[in-house]
């Protein structure tokens, strides 16, 4: 009876462990090296949450298997019983009836190395016809009902906009008053969303514009323009009541009001440079600074304040990223990077970097190739979707750029070399075991140097040095430049937001715990519900079916839009937010149509915010992507190569922020696939 027990509990163990569990070959493992009596024997087994945007959840769970029956915990019961365990679990304990010890064994043996296949894991779960109770329709549905409620209000908020343009209707003069901060994910969202007619919105940024992240590394190397992928606050929606271009400094939580530092036009654009002493310009004395001044303070007032103001570059924590990475965070950054590398071509290109400028000088014809291939060396820091995107985008680029017989730089064929380093065990963690390794071939396929388990340990102005996991020799290596995409760090406006809310709003990474209404706690009662933190500053557990799931919500820009429009929908429909949960307040009569809706829909009280995964997206160079697609917690279907890439373009394509902006990337895919990357340095 020992070892039954001992293989039943391994049984349930290995079903415990979830789709694109990294330990599952550990279980597998950990089975075969069991000890048939089994007495007094440890199985530790590493538990990683159901969701896959869960990154090495590393909670530790013993299973003590004695001589004497040991009973399940309450917990481990309840999995056990599980519609997706349950089946495989009686179709083993069938087994035992037996007295074929052997035979016992190696069913066992069956069902571990069947559940360490991702793929067979998969297969078995969709056997099972429970398996689409686990999709939450409620909330699909939901989405749906708001998205149609998000449509109307749009509409109507856009005549009674052009009215209120006209003079024909002047909005109501009790409006709140919603102080936004950011033109990130989160903000777009809430900006696009937000009924400007019941709201007076204020949104405060130092950049005015939305920019589509995931397509700064296309950005980077000329696949598309960075016009191309950028929208204008103001265009989001023209109505809001004003646009400050400033960065927020400081806010005075009891009186509710934000404090913002002007951005100084004059040093950004540099309009002054040139012009004439007594020229006219439209900009008023004190809102000129020059280079290095201080540029003019101004207070804003708030009735609510919408905190997303996003995360900036982790590159402190290692000497020498922050002076000499660059980073890929902004349509800025992907415009410097795009220079950089262009500048790398044409200086190994130079006549001193090749062998034919020093036809009798052998020593110096050697310095010269070191000096040339230094120059082309690329490396990316960070395994995540950014750095693996990147390394799939430069290879396309240089693929084209270097290519024979037309290729403009087609000399440096032999010398380009991009390096991928990260610290973990596999690529795209976020993602299924699966479409980990297709993305480590696909890139060492096309020529990508992939560098795991290894840390970077200083960035210098021409090398870098790394350090494997568990190894004492430090290597140098020459490069041309890096590129930072490991990490992220709270700006300086969240510690100063930090330092005035009570202990209990101070999350994990620098960020600020919310509850289910992405109300932050305050000092005062009075003022809760008055500051609304969105995207990735906000620290929001997701909700998991166990106590063991519940981790921190990833900082993606999936959970930051749903956010934004989660938040806009809760004031458009003017709930309370000082009530838990927030209740319907007084809506105006020209509003009732709303409030019987909500009444209809049973939404007296605000829902609570739930993220709806949609799964995960990602380019690896030469026409392949990868793709998981979720609804919800339940994996659809993944898929990898051609068919995949198309996926990804359409996905792409219609998550644009506009119809101006599919258009103008469309005509750069064309533009691309015809004419390739232009390598103009402007």
């Known amino acids: 009876m020992t070892t039954s027990i001992c293989r039943w509990q391994l049984l349930v163990a290995a079903l415990l462990s979830s789709p694109g569990s990294l330990f599952s070959e550990a279980l597998v493992t950990a089975g075969r090296c069991a000890p048939k009596s089994c007495d007094n024997f440890q199985l530790s087994m590493a538990w990683s949450g159901s969701n896959n945007y869960l990154e090495q959840l590393e909670t530790i769970a013993e299973w003590n298997v004695t001589a004497a029956s040991n009973p399940l915990s309450t917990h481990q019961q309840e999995i056990a019983s599980h519609p997706q365990t349950e089946p495989h679990v009686e179709k083993f304990l069938r087994t035992e009836s037996t007295n074929k010890a052997e035979q016992d064994d190696q069913e066992m043996q069956q069902y571990l190395h069947m559940l360490s296949t991702e793929v067979d894991y998969k297969k078995l779960l969709n056997q099972n016809p429970y398996a689409l109770t686990d999709i939450d329709f409620p909330v699909i549905v939901g989405r749906v009902l708001d998205t149609l409620e998000d449509s109307t209000q749009k509409s109507n908020g856009k005549l009674k906009g052009q009215a209120k343009l006209k003079g024909k209707k002047e909005p109501r003069d009790n409006r709140p008053t919603v102080v936004v901060l950011g033109t990130g994910w989160a903000a777009h969202a809430f900006v696009k969303a937000a009924s400007t007619y019941d709201l007076r919105v204020v949104v405060v940024s130092p950049v005015n514009h939305f920019v589509f992240t995931p397509m700064l590394a296309s950005a980077a190397v000329g696949t598309i323009e960075y016009r191309s992928m950028t929208e204008p606050i103001r265009v989001t929606n023209p109505f809001i009541d004003n646009f400050v271009e400033g960065r927020a400094i400081g806010v005075d939580v009891r009186n509710k009001v934000v404090t913002v530092q002007l951005t100084s036009l004059s040093t950004v654009t540099g309009i002054f440079k040139g012009v004439a002493a007594n020229a006219p310009c439209r900009l008023e004395p004190e809102e000129v600074s020059t280079e290095g001044g201080a540029s003019k303070l101004i207070e804003l007032n708030y009735d609510y304040l919408v905190c997303a103001v996003g995360t900036s570059v982790r590159s402190s924590i290692v000497p020498g990223a922050k002076e000499f990475c660059f980073n890929l965070k902004t349509s800025q950054d992907s415009k410097r990077l795009r220079t950089a590398i262009l500048e790398a071509l044409e200086y190994a290109s130079r006549p001193t970097c090749q062998e034919e400028y020093y036809p009798d000088d052998l020593q110096q014809q050697q310095r010269a190739t070191i000096e040339r291939r230094r120059r082309v060396r690329f490396a990316i820091v960070g395994g995540g979707p950014t750095g693996v995107e990147l390394a799939g985008e430069m290879c396309d680029f240089f693929s084209q750029v270097c290519s024979k017989p037309n290729g403009a730089y087609q000399h440096l064929a032999n010398d380009v070399e991009v390096l991928l380093i990260h610290g973990g065990n596999d690529l795209l963690p976020a993602m299924d075991r699966d479409l980990r390794e297709r993305a480590l071939t696909a890139l060492r396929i096309q020529g990508v140097k992939v560098i795991l388990n290894t840390r970077l340990e200083e960035v210098g102005r021409d090398f870098i040095t790394i350090k494997e996991k568990g190894a004492h020799q430090i290597e140098t290596i020459p490069v041309g430049l890096t590129v930072w995409a490991a990490g992220n760090a709270p700006v300086p406006f969240v510690s100063d937001l930090l330092s005035q809310l009570p202990e209990s709003a101070a999350g994990s990474a620098g ?38 799931e519940k981790v921190p919500l990833p900082q993606t820009a999936q959970v930051a839009g749903q956010q934004g429009a989660f938040a806009a929908r809760m004031l458009n429909r003017r709930y309370d937010l000082k009530q838990t949960p927030p209740r319907l307040g007084d809506l105006q009569d020209e509003n009732s149509l709303l409030r019987s809706w909500l009444m209809s829909r049973g939404l007296e009280t605000a829902p609570e915010f739930t993220f709806l995964n949609l799964g995960y997206l990602a380019y690896v160079g030469g026409g392949e992507a990868l793709n998981q697609v979720k609804l919800g917690d339940v994996p659809l279907f993944n898929y990898s190569g051609k068919v995949a890439f198309a996926l990804w373009r359409t996905v792409y394509l219609a998550k644009q922020a506009a119809t101006r902006n599919q258009a103008l990337i469309a005509f750069d895919w064309l533009r691309t696939e015809l004419f390739g990357r232009d390598i103009t340095r402007l």
């Open 511 to 548: 960020r600020i715990n919310v509850d289910r209404w992405l109300r932050c706690p305050t000092p005062t009662p009075d003022t809760f519900g008055s500051i609304l933190v969105l995207g990735d500053v906000a620290c929001l557990e997701a909700k998991g079916k166990y106590e063991q």
